[in-house]
Each structure stands twice: as C-alpha cells, then as structure tokens.
T-cell receptor, first 114, second 117 residues
Framework: KAGVTQTPRYLIKTRGQQVTLSCSPI?????VSWYQQTPGQGLQFLFE???????NKGNFPGRFSGRQFSNSRSEMNVSTLELGDSALYLC?????????????FGQGTRLTVV | AQSVTQLGSHVSVSEGALVLLRCNYS??????LFWYVQYPNQGLQLLLK??????LVKGINGFEAEFKKSETSFHLTKPSAHMSDAAEYFC???????????????FGKGTKLSVIP
C-alpha cells in the first residue's frame, strides 16, 4: 500500500513569489491535513480538507490556501512568499480525520524562501 | 483547550540505557494521545496511540507509554536505547475544533533524543 506522497521534496523560491505544494494521500483516505514545521514554532496546523471541503483551519494568514480534488489529492498554495514562510510543510492523511483515526504523514516539502 | 507539554527539548542517553521522554496533557475529557518519531529530513511516523482501551500502550521499535490520569501524563519509554533511536519525538493530542466540528492534531514542541555510544 503506497504511503502519503508529497511533491516536490525541496523548493527554493524568492520573496514575493507564490508556490504550490502537492499531497497524494493513501488510497481510500478522505481527510488531508497540512502542517507547517519550523524550529521556532514547531508543528502548527494549517488546514484540513475532507471530501473536497475545507473543514478546519488554523491561525495562518489568507496567503495560505488549499484545495482538495475529487480523488482526495490536495494542494496548498502560499502567495506573496515571505522569508518567514521557510519551513518543512507536512501533509497527513487519514480515513476520516476522526478522534481515533491514525494520521499518516508524508516526507514533507522543504521550502526555502530567499 | 486541550494541549500537550513535553518536558526537555533535548535528552541524551547512553546506548543500552533506559529512554524516558516526558509528556503531560491538559484535557477536561479523556484524550486521544499519540507519540510520533521524526528522523532527519523525514515526515512523522506513528510510534503508538492511547485510545482508553488500556493504560499501558505498546508501540513499534520497543517503545511503550503509560497513560496516568492522576498525573495527566503519557511518558514514552524504552528499556534499552539503540543508536537508531536517535531522532526527534513528538507527543500529540487530538483536539476537537468546536466551530468546525472536526478534529486536529496538536503537537508538543518535541524532544530530540541523542544516543551516546
């Protein structure tokens, strides 16, 4: 069974640009969550998608957005990049995002903003 | 709000020694708790989870954790450390977002484990 696949693994972007990250969840999983990991702030929740709808959102500015497609694949977009957006972005998939369901993480996309 | 606190951002143990990584939770209701491990430049891998079925939870790679309600703790242990255990460990709790009606994982700050040969 294939795991969670995130592409690309590494990205270097310039301030002011925008970026799109992709996440393919485990087959059959309908919930996809995104997290930002930085040395200073740790792991912070960005948003969750379930059946193509954003169901949950963390405390991030509107520059951070996402979407989910009918095959459950998800993308997140960051516009007008800032230096502080440099981070490891992790995607997690689960069956339904319920209280007891296990979340499986991808290897992450390392974004560097210069 | 439900949260977890990990005590000690960095723990060093000798190979073969006991590993003890501390996690305390704050919750007014029985929580669902998790321990994850992250190796350098990798995602998170689930070690074990507490779901109220048993207070002592066994996970992968010889790790286990004990849920202690009286101490609001869920510490991670391993009897004998291996070099391959060197990684960062995260305690997490599933939190209900009341407005959204769905759950999210809230993580502790992480504990970096070093194993000394």
């Amino acid at each position: 069974k294939a795991g969670v696949t995130q592409t690309p693994r590494y990205l270097i972007k310039t301030r002011g640009q925008q970026v799109t990250l992709s996440c393919s969840p485990i087959s059959g999983h309908r919930s996809v969550s995104w997290y930002q990991q930085t040395p200073g702030q740790g792991l912070q929740f960005l948003f969750e998608y379930f059946s193509e709808t954003q169901r949950n959102k963390g405390n991030f500015p509107g520059r951070f957005s996402g979407r989910q497609f009918s095959n459950s694949r998800s993308e997140m977009n960051v516009s007008t990049l800032e230096l502080g957006d440099s981070a490891l972005y992790l995607c997690a998939s689960s069956l339904d995002g319920g209280e007891n369901t296990e979340a499986f993480f991808g290897q992450g996309t390392r974004l560097t903003v210069v | 709000a439900q949260s977890v606190t990990q005590l000690g951002s960095h723990v060093s143990v000798s190979e073969g020694a006991l590993v003890l990584l501390r996690c305390n939770y704050s919750s007014s209701v029985p929580p669902y708790l998790f321990w994850y491990v992250q190796y350098p430049n990798q995602g998170l891998q689930l070690l074990l989870k507490y779901t109220s079925a048993a207070t002592l939870v066994k996970g992968i790679n010889g790790f286990e954790a004990e849920f202690k309600k009286s101490e609001t703790s869920f510490h991670l242990t391993k009897p004998s450390a291996h070099m391959s255990d060197a990684a960062e460990y995260f305690c997490a709790v599933r939190v209900l977002r009341t407005g959204a009606g769905s759950y999210q994982l809230t993580f502790g700050k992480g504990t970096k484990l070093s194993v000394i040969p």
